[in-house]
């Protein structure tokens, strides 16, 4: 299994950004994704949750409204696509997935919200 993030860099406040995650070595159509972050000095939190062809999605509070999940399975792709994006929301991104009883991380993409 390969997840790798990518998408990330300087944002003004404001802004928008859309990650991407590349899947390999996988099924990627039958299961779910999430994308995860971890700020300086804090603990990794949940973003966003997808399930397996897209019927449902789920956001932490902090993001609702402003980030969308979706994926393609054509693709093998997972996206976040992150609007009105806040300092806050400066963090190192990461999708996750969990196969055969096992998680695994991508190697994250750094989102960074500043003036």
């Known amino acids: 299994v390969q997840l790798v993030e990518s998408g990330g860099g300087l944002v003004q406040p404001g802004g928008s950004l859309r990650l991407s995650c590349a899947a390999s070595g996988f099924t990627f159509s039958y299961y779910g994704m999430s994308w995860y972050r971890q700020a300086p000095g804090k603990e990794r939190e949940l973003v966003a949750t997808?399930?397996?062809?897209?019927?449902?999605?789920n956001y932490a509070e902090s993001v609702k409204g402003r980030f969308t999940i979706s994926r393609d399975n054509a693709k093998n792709t997972v996206y976040l696509q992150m609007n009105s994006l806040k300092p806050e929301d400066t963090a190192v991104y990461y999708c996750?997935?969990?196969?055969?009883?096992?998680?695994?991380w991508g190697q994250g993409t750094q989102v960074t919200v500043s003036s």
């Open positions: 997808i399930t397996s062809a897209g019927g449902s999605r």
């Open positions: 996750w997935t969990f196969v055969a009883g096992k998680g695994y």
